[in-house]
C-alpha cells in the first residue's frame, strides 16, 4: 500500500467528518494551516502530550494548539483554574480582578512591558501595535521582513517581497504602505531615508514563519539602535516566541528591548488571548484623555478582551512558567528529537537536516547531507538551502506518513512541550524512520 492509502484506510471517520464538513466550510476547515489533502484528521480529545483521533488512534501530538500549550493539554492546575472560573461566569460585560492579575504577570515577566492592553488574538496584537506605532509617531509607513508572518490583517499579509500579485481583498494603497525587505540593515537604512514615512518596523523575533528562516546573530540589536535613533518605534512579535524560548522571550535572550511586544500562544493557556505591550509613552495613546484635553486616542473595543476564563487560565499558566523551568525542560526534549532526527537521516543516507531553536523543529529532506547525527543552530546553516524548502508533495506525503506512524507534526514542523517524555522523542524517532522508507519506497526521495 501507499503511503496515502494507508492513511486513508485507517481514517474512515476522518474521511467522513471531512466529507460532511466540506459541506458548511470553504475547503472543510477553519484554518488554513489545517487543510490537507485528502483530509485532515479530526481529534476527539487529548491529554498531556497525546491526542486521540474520531478513529481511536492515539498520536504523540508535536502541534501543540499551535504553539500554545507548552505545558501539554489540560494541565491540571490550568484546567483547574478554567473549571473554577467557569462556574462563575465567562462574561461579565465588566471590568474584573482576573484582568489585573494577568496583566500584572505579564509586566513581571517581559522585560519591555511597562503597561499591557489585552485582544483575543495574535492577529489583533499586531494590528494594534501597528495602530499605536502611526499614532506616537505620526508617520504611516511599515517596514516588514520577506516571510515573515504577522496575523492575516491588511497590513501584514505582504508576506514575500518575491511573491506573484497582490495577497486577494487587500487594497493597492494599503499594500504600498508596506516595505517588505530582506535582513539587511542595508536595505532598511535605504527604505527609511527614501521613504520618509516609516513610523513602525515589525519583525518576527526569531525568524520568518516561527523561525524557519533565522533571523541572523546581531541583527535584532542593529536594528533596535537604529530605530531608537530614528524614532521608529520597534515592534517584536513575540507571538510564538514570548514565554517559549525563556519566560520572557527572544528579548530577554538577545538583550533586546523593543517599544512594542506582542503576544498570543502560550499567553492564555491554551484560551483565546493576545495583548500588545510595551513602553508606558507609546502605549498611552490607549488612554482617554482628561476632560478638556485634546490628546489622540487609539480606540480598543473587543467582546472577548481579557474575558475572565482566559485571564484565569493565562494567569496561572504565566506563574506556573515564570522561573523558566518548563521552557528548559520542552528545549532539550527538543534537541533531543532533532538530534535523533538527524541520525536517522545519516543512517539511511537520506540529505537534508532537522534543525530549530528552543522547542520547535523544523523538517527539511532535501539539499545536502546532514554530515553527522547532531543538533542544528539554523543560523549555522546555509541560507538557500532552508529558503527553497522541500517540494510541497514530499512535504504532504511525509506528515501522512508520520500520522500513520503514530505522531501528528505541524506541517513539515512541529513543538514539544514541558510534558512530552523520553519515550515520545523515542517512538518518534522510529515513526521518523519507518516514515523516510516509506517515502523511499515510493521514489519520493532522491
Request: charge should be negative; proline fraction near 5%; charged fraction near 20%.
Amino acid at each position: 500500500m501507499t503511503i496515502e492509502s494507508t492513511y486513508v484506510e485507517r481514517n474512515p471517520e476522518s474521511a467522513r467528518l471531512y466529507a460532511r464538513a466540506s459541506n458548511v466550510l470553504p475547503s472543510g476547515v477553519t484554518h488554513d494551516s489545517r487543510f490537507m489533502r485528502p483530509f485532515p484528521l479530526y481529534a476527539s480529545h487529548a491529554a498531556g502530550a497525546h491526542k486521540w483521533d474520531v478513529d481511536g488512534h492515539e498520536l504523540v501530538d508535536y502541534v501543540m494548539g499551535h504553539g500554545a500549550l507548552l505545558l501539554g493539554h489540560n494541565y491540571p492546575s490550568v484546567t483547574e483554574a478554567a473549571q473554577a472560573q467557569l462556574v462563575k461566569g465567562t462574561h461579565y460585560g465588566a471590568s474584573q480582578e482576573k484582568e489585573i492579575e494577568w496583566a500584572e504577570a505579564v509586566v513581571r515577566i517581559v522585560p519591555s512591558a511597562e503597561v499591557v492592553r489585552f485582544t483575543s488574538s495574535g492577529t489583533e496584537a499586531t494590528l494594534m501595535a501597528l495602530r499605536l506605532a502611526r499614532t506616537y509617531t505620526g508617520k504611516p509607513g511599515v517596514i516588514k521582513f520577506d516571510r515573515h508572518f504577522h496575523g492575516w490583517h491588511d497590513y501584514v499579509v505582504a508576506n514575500s517581497k518575491y511573491s506573484a500579485g497582490a495577497p486577494a481583498g487587500v487594497p493597492q494603497a494599503t499594500l504600498d504602505s508596506v516595505s517588505v525587505l530582506d535582513l539587511d540593515m542595508d536595505q532598511v537604512r535605504q527604505a527609511v531615508a527614501t521613504r520618509g514615512d516609516i513610523g513602525a518596523i515589525i519583525i518576527e523575533s526569531a525568524g520568518a514563519s516561527s523561525a524557519l528562516l533565522p533571523v541572523p546573530r546581531g541583527f535584532l540589536q542593529a536594528l533596535s539602535a537604529f530605530c531608537r535613533s530614528e524614532g521608529i518605534v520597534f515592534i517584536m512579535d513575540e507571538v510564538v516566541t514570548g514565554f517559549r524560548w525563556a519566560p520572557g522571550g527572544v528579548q530577554e535572550i538577545e538583550g533586546v528591548t523593543p517599544d512594542l511586544t506582542t503576544l498570543a500562544k502560550i499567553l492564555a493557556g491554551g484560551f483565546p488571548g493576545g495583548a500588545v505591550a510595551g513602553r508606558r509613552e507609546v502605549m498611552e495613546h490607549l488612554r482617554f484623555p482628561e476632560p478638556g484635553v485634546k490628546a489622540a486616542k487609539v480606540g480598543h473595543p473587543g467582546t472577548f478582551n481579557a474575558n475572565p476564563l482566559s485571564a484565569a487560565a493565562g494567569t496561572v499558566c504565566l506563574n506556573e512558567i515564570a522561573d523558566g523551568t518548563h521552557q528548559r525542560r520542552a528545549t532539550e526534549l527538543a534537541a533531543q528529537m532533532r538530534a535523533g532526527m538527524n541520525g536517522v537521516l545519516c543512517e539511511l543516507g537520506i540529505p537534508g537536516f532537522i534543525y530549530g531553536e528552543a522547542s520547535e523543529f523544523k523538517v527539511l529532506v532535501a539539499g545536502t547531507q546532514v554530515p553527522e547525527a547532531q543538533d542544528y543552530d539554523p543560523r549555522d546553516l546555509p541560507w538557500k538551502l532552508l529558503a527553497d524548502g522541500m517540494p510541497g508533495e514530499r512535504s504532504r506525503l511525509l506528515q501522512l506518513a508520520m500520522a500513520n506512524h503514530g505522531s501528528h507534526l505541524f506541517g513539515a514542523a512541529g513543538m514539544t512541550s514541558s510534558v512530552h517524555t523520553e519515550a515520545d522523542i523515542a517512538r518518534t524517532v522510529e515513526g521518523w524512520r519507518s516514515s523516510l522508507q516509506d517515502l523511499r519506497a515510493e521514489g519520493q526521495l532522491d
